[in-house]
């Protein structure tokens, strides 16, 4: 047997299927049986939509056959929050404008392969990020690149500003800080140190002298001696610990599902006040004493309040791909995802996504302050302004559908993930093959508007464009085609990374070499 290699990032469960729609035996959601048009044998989802957080089946917003846009919208529930619309006061815009992208290279070495994984915002004025290879700084306003040096890697960051010490956590291999008090000379303390021995790092949170760290089994409190002494001073057991946040006397947690809030007025001796349990797992908190956000992974982002010892849940909020990391700004939040930097209003009344902007690579990261964002976006760092009390529409849709060559049938779904009504003009496609149902969609915040798409079949490709209403995507387009390969037909060539067992050796192995033997595709993470 030959294994081939291939990397893989952040994974989630099975999203449910639309309305009309079950999940067959392959895992795939197909037409219904019942379904009064197109053939359910063929039917495929390639791209549809996530739709939410739990397994259960997606709402619907009215009786009406939405996959066909039967009713007067051509639009069904996503499950998501209906927010009321903008925030009293707010204007119709585009919230969210890309100031630059810079690709860091460590010793103006192009090469470098520096990945950036996480920011944090420092003095008002700087991007400062770490990732795989090093620290990057950047300018909020301008988005320049001021410096990269090489450092051992980093995931998580936190600031003790007082200090001039950046905090950083290598995850296997411990935790080490930064004199910060000189960009022209940063410094790393090359001693590093683990919460306990052969104990991971992941997120960690500093406030006034002191420094929270999730790690293996639980979450360890220090207390901050001189910049970079640190003494544990006690250890809340947790199953699954991974983001962090101090703020004052209150710090929270996230424990695999569960968001955790603390009493660590007395930081010898922490108290459980409340738990939560969230639609996902987190991944990072964003927290000033009052507001929460955490980022759920493949679940989007939740907000949170903590009132006293309890903490609200606001509710939660898909974004394009996974969200690995929040910030909040005031009564702001930013939110990086995989596709695109989310910005939502979390102030009085419903929390509202204001607008979505796409990222350059991969969003893992995200600082934010004064209405400016810097985000690790993998190879690269990309900075973004907010206009104030500014929101729109914001429409979502695949940017491709691939349908089987023997013909089939699926839908073409629009997402409203803004604050105002979103309008949708769709042209048919110049290739006849491809024939879609409604041309004009109403779809109002929350919701989701179908049209119906059906291929006669061969080997094709064609694009189906549109308008909308949404400031910063007026117009688009769809690409539809045929795939190359369906099940039980020959696979096209290609060349990967693999080894033979029993050999552990990796060679490049040609997929069409291997004919008549079983080829096992692995999927990991090289970090």
């Known amino acids: 047997m030959l294994l081939i290699w291939m990397l893989a990032c952040a994974d989630k469960p099975d999203p449910p299927c639309f309305d009309g729609y079950v999940r067959g035996d392959d895992g795939n959601c197909e037409v219904a049986p019942d379904a009064d048009s197109g053939d359910a044998s063929d039917a495929d989802d390639t791209d549809a ?8 089946d997606a709402p619907v917003g009215d009786d009406t056959d939405t996959r066909t846009g039967s009713d007067d919208t051509g639009a069904t529930d996503t499950g998501l929050p209906t927010p009321a619309g903008l925030p009293q ?9 890309l100031v630059e992208t810079v690709r860091p290279a460590i010793d103006d070495n192009p090469h470098s392969g520096f990945e950036s994984v996480d920011t944090i915002i420092v003095d008002d004025q700087y991007g400062f990020s770490v990732g795989q290879g090093g620290w990057v700084l950047t300018d909020l306003d301008t988005g320049e690149l001021l410096g990269a040096e090489q450092a051992d890697r980093g995931y998580y960051i936190t600031l003790d500003e007082e200090s001039a010490v950046a905090w950083v956590s290598t995850r296997e291999f411990g935790i080490y800080s930064l004199d910060i008090s000189d960009f022209s000379d940063v410094r790393m303390e090359r001693s590093t140190w683990r919460p306990a021995e052969g104990a991971y790092a992941e997120d960690l949170s500093y406030d006034d002298g002191r420094l929270a760290v999730a790690t293996t089994g639980g979450v360890s409190f220090f207390t901050v001696t001189s910049g970079t002494g640190h003494d544990e001073v006690s250890f809340v057991p947790a199953a699954q ?11 929270l947690y996230t424990d695999g599902y569960d968001l955790v809030l603390l009493d660590v007025s007395d930081l010898t001796d922490p108290v459980e006040l409340d738990r939560v349990t969230m639609n996902g797992k987190g991944h990072d908190i964003a927290f000033d004493g009052a507001r929460v956000g955490v980022a759920l992974g493949g679940y989007g982002f939740g907000v949170f309040d903590v009132e006293g010892d309890v903490i609200i849940d606001r509710g939660d909020f898909e ?21 695109q930097v989310v910005l939502a209003w979390v102030g009085d009344g419903d929390p509202v996504v204001l607008g979505h902007e796409p990222i350059t690579q991969y969003g893992l990261g995200v600082g934010a302050s004064s209405g400016r964002a810097a985000v690790a976006d993998w190879y690269y760092v990309t900075t973004f302004l907010q206009t104030p009390e500014t929101g729109g529409p914001e429409i979502d849709v695949a940017s491709k559908i691939s349908m089987s060559p023997d013909g089939d049938y699926d ?10 009504t979103l309008e949708v003009t769709l042209t048919p496609p110049d290739d006849t093959a491809f024939t879609i149902g409604e041309t004009e969609l109403i779809i109002e915040p929350g919701r989701s508007g179908y049209t119906t798409l059906e291929f006669a079949g061969g080997q094709t490709s064609t694009e189906l464009r549109f308008t909308s209403n949404d400031p910063d995507e007026t117009s688009g387009e769809v690409i539809l085609s045929s795939q190359q390969t369906s099940v039980g037909s020959p696979h096209q060539d290609m060349e ?6 029993p050999s552990t050796d990796l060679a490049l192995y040609n997929l069409q070499d291997q004919r008549g033997s079983v080829v096992l595709l692995v999927y990991f993470a090289l970090y």
């Open 49 to 56: 939509p996530t739709t939410g957080a739990d397994d259960t």
């Open 411 to 420: 839908v073409v779904t629009f997402t409203n993930a803004g604050a105002q």
């Open 496 to 501: 990967l990374w693999g080894i033979q067992p």
């Open 89 to 97: 006061g707010f204007t119709s815009g585009d919230p969210i404008t």
């Open 241 to 251: 610990p991974k983001g962090m946040a101090l703020h004052g006397d209150r710090a």
């Open 319 to 339: 974004t394009p791909g996974s969200c690995f990391s929040v910030d909040l700004d005031g009564e702001y939040l930013w939110a990086a995802a995989w596709e």
